[in-house]
């Protein structure tokens, strides 16, 4: 069960309670962890800006980045003594979502794994849900992590708390 998780990154806290989670989950099932960053059309259309003179250096800077996003999440994933790779996809044209799905189908992914800010209501609307689109898309089950409501972070210092007294304790 939940051998081949799928775990899309982005550098953020939320993706890394994604990430956090994911490592519980191989533990316990003595899984592997795909780490995946996407650079999809609309990161790309974000960094260039008006620049678009300037394309082959926005997409190499965005190529050093997501090199650094995968690093330090496979640092993280390591010292937890779990199994991982990376994977940078570049989707042009083609979005988030259609990355993440076409990896899990490739990589053979049992779970996809991934953190969500959990927004509702107007802020919902106009930022849209990555995480939701991923969920429609998916070949494969979608555990989806919430990131801690922003007004109450005790929540986030119990699991570090947790968490490193599990550490600990190994």
């Not at 974000?46 to 190529?63: I, N, P, Q």
Request: net charge negative; hydrophobic share 45%.
């Amino acid at each position: 069960m939940y051998q081949r998780i799928l775990v899309p990154v982005d550098g953020s806290p939320t993706s890394t309670g994604g990430l956090d989670e994911a490592i519980r989950i191989a533990k316990l099932t003595d899984g592997r962890l795909r780490l995946l960053h996407v650079v999809d059309e609309l990161s790309f259309a974000l960094a260039m800006g008006s620049e678009s003179a300037y394309g082959d250096e926005a997409l190499r800077a965005m190529r050093i980045e997501s090199k650094r996003i995968l690093d330090a999440a496979l640092a993280l994933t390591q010292s937890a003594g779990v199994e991982a790779d990376t994977r940078l996809r570049e989707t042009f044209p083609s979005t988030l979502s259609e990355g993440v799905a076409a990896e899990a189908r490739e990589w053979g992914a049992d779970l996809i794994v991934l953190g969500t800010h959990g927004r509702r209501g107007a802020k919902r609307l106009m930022l849209g849900s990555d995480a939701e689109r991923i969920l429609r898309v998916a070949p494969v089950p979608v555990l989806l992590v919430r990131a801690p409501d922003e007004k109450d972070a005790s929540g986030e210092l119990l699991r570090a708390t947790a968490s490193a007294l599990a550490m600990a304790g190994e």
